[in-house]
C-alpha cells in the first residue's frame, strides 16, 4: 500500500514559496582586501602603492586642504521578491503556518563596504578610513 503523506497539490504550493522567499542579490564594485587594507601605512604608503593594490578608485574627492582622497566602494544589495506583487494561497491549511496571503512585500538589505584614502600634495597616505560590512574581501 503505497501512503502519500505530502500531494502534489502540497508539494507545488511549497516550492512556490520557496521560489517568492528566495532573493536576488547584486554587487556593485569589486570587494576591497581586507588585507590589504591593514598593511597601508600612514606616512609610508604612496598613491602608486594604493593604485596597485586596489586599481582605480570609484570616485575621486578633494578636501578643503588641498587633499586627494581615493573612495573605493563594494557594495550587496539582497531585494527579497525582487519587487514583484505576488500573491499566494495555499490550498490546504498548514499546521504552524496556516494559510499564506500576499508574499508580495518588498524588503531590501544593503551592506557596503568603503575605503577612503587621504594623501597629501606629494602622494603619501595620510589617513585611511574603512568600514566593512559585506564580509568580503576578509
Given at each position: ?11 507545488l504550493s ?6 517568492l522567499l ?8 569589486k570587494?576591497?582586501?581586507?588585507d590589504?587594507v ?20 570609484n570616485e ?10 581615493f ?11 525582487a519587487?514583484?506583487a ?17 508574499l508580495g512585500?518588498?524588503r ?17 597616505v ?12 576578509k
Open positions: 500500500m503505497h501512503f502519500n503523506l505530502f500531494p502534489a497539490s502540497y508539494k511549497v516550492l512556490i514559496l520557496l521560489f528566495s532573493g536576488c542579490v547584486s554587487t556593485k564594485g570587494p576591497i582586501p581586507k590589504s591593514v598593511k597601508i601605512q600612514k606616512g609610508v604608503t604612496t598613491k602608486a602603492d594604493i593604485l596597485e593594490q586596489f586599481g582605480a578608485p575621486i574627492l578633494y578636501s578643503p586642504k588641498g587633499e586627494e582622497i573612495v573605493y566602494k563594494y557594495s550587496e544589495k539582497l531585494d527579497l521578491h519587487g514583484q505576488v500573491g499566494v494561497i495555499l490550498r490546504r491549511d498548514i499546521p504552524g503556518l496556516g494559510t499564506l496571503v500576499d512585500t518588498r531590501v538589505s544593503e551592506k557596503e563596504d568603503r575605503l577612503m584614502v587621504f594623501l597629501d600634495d606629494k602622494g603619501i595620510q589617513n585611511i578610513g574603512f568600514t566593512h560590512e559585506t564580509g568580503k574581501g
